[in-house]
């Protein structure tokens, strides 16, 4: 199988392009959109600006006095946000994308990561001329500039686009990985917000190589399991979760009828191997993998009963996923004395992206940080 191949896309001041796009005569000022709360005019805060209002330390967040102030020199715009101008550009922007990748997955307004594994075919040459037939695509026709992270995986595919902006293009090959996040600080990590940071920087740990320096155990200590983990995992890039398209079918099945009414297992066991063949079949084809199993069970009276199984991971091979369904058919029969069936069927839920699994318990054996 082809190396995973991640592009995060991310587009560049977003809110605050989109006005300069609409009024092409603001070009070249600091431009700041805001959030006005209405009690005084200039009551509120920035939700965006353009970089040229950035030299000025005015960014998300800043109140809109504070930027007066520090733009009082300038030609400075000052906006109120329309949301419907930027949800459209958006929603042009994202079919652009969705067009570019194996699987797509919007994760903001201004930002989605697509999968590019099967298309690049795990070379990192090709994922970089689609990343840059992306920026061409996204420029021609919206004239808007983003920046894209290139990477094995979506941690480092996010750290990535955020590592060279405006419209940048930053490529993280794996045996960059160390390198390229060794000096970077703690909070680039998603995720870290001010308190995890705060407690970090208590502990003399400020950049990501420093963290990688704690063990699991220290660090769940310090954050409970779940986060420890992640942060554990974050500090080494890893990251196996699947790019989930929106679009996909969160579920698919197969119902076959049988040649006569029967509660015999040994007669309802091959029709439900065969469907289950047939449905893994597809599920593998479309790059898929699940979580649950369920098999139905349409009686001699037309009732439908199932019987549902989550799996301890995520599969995708006929031997696990039939084995399931043969086992709950088999509970079914011998809980259900009155049943006799006319059809059977198998679904499989929780359908989502194929992506390496990681053996998380596999790190709290090691015992020297990377
Ligand atoms: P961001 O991608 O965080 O910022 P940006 O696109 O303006 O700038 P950058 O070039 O650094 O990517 O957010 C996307 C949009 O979300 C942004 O244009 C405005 C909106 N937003 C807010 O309204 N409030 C906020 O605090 C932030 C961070 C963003
Ligand atoms: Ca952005």
Same mark, same amino acid.
């Given at each position: 199988? +082809?190396?995973?191949?991640?592009?995060?896309?991310? /587009?560049?001041?977003?809110? $605050?392009?989109?006005?300069?796009? $609409?009024?092409?005569?603001?070009?070249?000022?600091?431009? =700041?959109?805001?959030?006005?709360?209405?009690?005084?005019?200039?009551?509120?805060?920035?939700?965006?600006?353009?970089?040229?209002?950035?030299?000025?330390? &005015?960014?998300?967040?800043?109140?809109?006095?504070?930027? %007066?102030?520090? /733009? &009082?020199?300038?030609? $400075?715009?000052?906006?109120?946000?329309?949301?419907?101008?930027?949800?459209?550009?958006?929603?042009?922007?994202?079919?652009?994308?969705?067009?570019?990748?194996?699987?797509?997955?919007?994760?903001?307004?201004?930002?989605?990561?697509?999968?590019?594994?099967?298309?690049?075919?795990?070379?990192?040459? *090709?994922?970089?001329? #689609?990343?840059?037939? #992306?920026?061409?695509?996204? /420029?021609?026709?919206?004239?808007?500039?983003?920046? =894209?992270?290139? !990477?094995?995986?979506?941690?480092? !595919?996010?750290?990535?686009?955020?590592?060279?902006?405006?419209?940048?293009?930053?490529?993280?090959?794996?045996?960059?990985?160390?390198?390229?996040? @060794?000096?970077?600080? *703690?909070?680039?990590?998603?995720? *870290?917000?001010?308190?995890?940071?705060?407690?970090?920087?208590?502990?003399?740990?400020?950049?990501?190589?420093?963290?990688?320096?704690?063990?699991?155990? +220290?660090?769940?200590?310090?954050?409970?399991?779940?986060?420890?983990?992640?942060?554990?995992?974050?500090?080494?890039?890893?990251?196996?979760?699947?790019?989930?398209?929106?679009?996909?079918?969160?579920?698919?099945?197969?119902?076959?009828?049988?040649?006569?009414?029967?509660?015999?297992?040994?007669?309802?066991?091959?029709?439900?191997?065969?469907?289950?063949?047939?449905?893994?079949?597809?599920?593998? @084809?479309?790059?898929?993998?699940?979580?649950?199993?369920?098999?139905?069970?349409?009686?001699?009276?037309?009732?439908?009963?199932?019987?549902?199984?989550?799996?301890?991971?995520?599969? %995708?091979?006929?031997?696990? =996923?039939?084995?399931?369904?043969?086992?709950?058919?088999?509970?079914?029969?011998?809980?259900?004395?009155? !049943?006799?069936?006319?059809?059977?069927?198998?679904?499989?839920?929780?359908?989502?992206?194929?992506?390496?699994?990681?053996?998380?318990?596999?790190?709290?054996?090691?015992?020297?940080?990377?």
């Amino acid at each position: 199988m +082809a190396q995973r191949l991640i592009i995060h896309v991310d /587009l560049d001041y977003f809110y $605050a392009q989109c006005e300069e796009n $609409a009024n092409p005569s603001i070009h070249g000022k600091p431009v =700041i959109v805001c959030v006005y709360s209405g009690r005084t005019s200039e009551s509120g805060v920035v939700s965006t600006s353009n970089y040229e209002a950035r030299k000025y330390s &005015v960014k998300a967040g800043t109140a809109i006095a504070t930027a %007066k102030k520090l /733009l &009082v020199s300038t030609d $400075a715009i000052f906006l109120p946000m329309n949301r419907p101008l930027y949800d459209s550009v958006s929603g042009r922007i994202m079919n652009i994308l969705r067009d570019h990748g194996d699987f797509f997955e919007q994760t903001g307004i201004d930002e989605a990561y697509l999968d590019v594994s099967e298309s690049s075919k795990g070379e990192y040459d *090709v994922a970089k001329m #689609i990343g840059s037939n #992306i920026k061409e695509t996204i /420029l021609l026709q919206e004239h808007i500039t983003c920046s =894209i992270g290139i !990477a094995p995986n979506k941690l480092l !595919a996010k750290l990535a686009s955020n590592h060279v902006k405006p419209n940048g293009l930053t490529v993280v090959e794996p045996e960059q990985i160390h390198s390229f996040l @060794d000096g970077q600080e *703690v909070n680039r990590i998603p995720g *870290v917000g001010k308190k995890v940071e705060e407690k970090l920087h208590a502990s003399n740990v400020k950049t990501i190589d420093d963290l990688s320096r704690l063990s699991p155990i +220290a660090l769940q200590e310090m954050f409970g399991k779940k986060v420890g983990t992640y942060l554990f995992l974050a500090a080494r890039g890893e990251d196996n979760e699947p790019v989930q398209d929106k679009e996909l079918p969160t579920q698919m099945s197969r119902i076959g009828t049988l040649k006569e009414n029967t509660r015999d297992y040994n007669v309802i066991r091959p029709v439900l191997s065969e469907l289950t063949r047939s449905l893994i079949e597809k599920i593998q @084809d479309e790059g898929l993998n699940c979580k649950s199993v369920s098999i139905i069970a349409i009686l001699s009276n037309l009732t439908i009963q199932t019987r549902s199984r989550t799996l301890e991971s995520h599969a %995708k091979d006929l031997r696990t =996923i039939d084995e399931c369904a043969q086992q709950l058919l088999r509970e079914f029969i011998e809980s259900s004395p009155e !049943a006799v069936l006319r059809r059977v069927g198998v679904k499989v839920t929780g359908l989502s992206k194929s992506s390496g699994q990681t053996n998380i318990e596999s790190f709290f054996s090691t015992k020297v940080p990377r």
